[in-house]
């Protein structure tokens, strides 16, 4: 499977941004899909994940209420509508693909198998 992320941008605090993650090469639709964000300095960390079917959702903390994943599995796309935008949420904002246990949304790095390259989110205060 190959994951091509896109829509990232400078936007000032408060601003929104809406990510994409276009998949392809697999059966998209077999897929839990995460997204996680690594700031300069730090470790890559969870933001979100959507189940294979889109029926269950799962969000970090810091982004609860702000951020919104969704998929359209006819379009093989993956998307994080990001809402009320702040400084802390600067980093490179990578999805990635992964083997449902179909108990749980997968929120663990370790537990995805394929891996976009990164889109670059700067908020400006």
């Known amino acids: 499977v190959q994951l091509q992320a896109s829509g990232g941008g400078l936007v000032q605090a408060g601003g929104s941004l809406r990510l994409s993650c276009a998949a392809s090469?697999?059966?998209?639709?077999?897929?839990?899909m995460g997204w996680f964000r690594q700031a300069p300095g730090k470790e890559r960390e969870f933001v979100a994940a959507v189940s294979w079917s889109g029926g269950r959702t799962s969000y970090a903390d810091p982004v609860k209420g702000r951020f919104t994943i969704f998929r359209d599995n006819a379009k093989n796309t993956v998307f994080l509508q990001m809402n009320s935008l702040k400084p802390e949420d600067t980093a490179v904002y990578f999805c990635?693909?992964?083997?449902?246990?179909?108990?749980?949304?997968?929120?663990?790095?370790?537990?995805?198998?394929?891996w976009g390259q990164g889109t670059q989110v700067t908020v400006s205060s």
């Open positions: 090469g697999g059966t998209f639709s077999r897929y839990d």
């Open positions: 990635a693909a992964g083997r449902p246990t179909y108990l749980i949304v997968i929120t663990t790095s370790t537990m995805y198998d394929y």
